[in-house]
């Protein structure tokens, strides 16, 4: 595991008891060429209309003051 995506998993660990207190969570499926985070929301994330909120609000900007180079975060949905 590369020191980004390292930063990223402990980025989405740090908000996960937040995530788990609403019956949600999320992963990273991957971080792309131009450093664009993806991750998939689990559970109660996937429909809660909070969680654009929680992606820029919490996880975005949690990864600004770790890892700057990280340019933003989308949801990717599930086919």
Do not use: F
């Not at 949600?24 to 450093?35: C, F, R, Y």
């Not at 429909?47 to 700057?68: F, I, N, Q, R, W």
Request: hydrophobic share 35%; with cysteine.
């Amino acid at each position: 595991m590369n020191e980004l995506t390292h930063k990223v998993n402990q980025a989405i660990k740090n908000l996960r008891p937040y995530l788990n207190s609403d019956g949600g969570d999320m992963e990273l499926v991957e971080i792309t060429n131009d450093n664009m985070v993806k991750v998939r929301l689990i559970g109660a994330c996937k429909s809660c209309s909070m969680s654009p909120m929680t992606l820029k609000a919490g996880l975005e900007d949690e990864l600004k003051k770790v890892a700057p180079e990280i340019k933003g975060v989308v949801s990717i949905e599930e086919n």
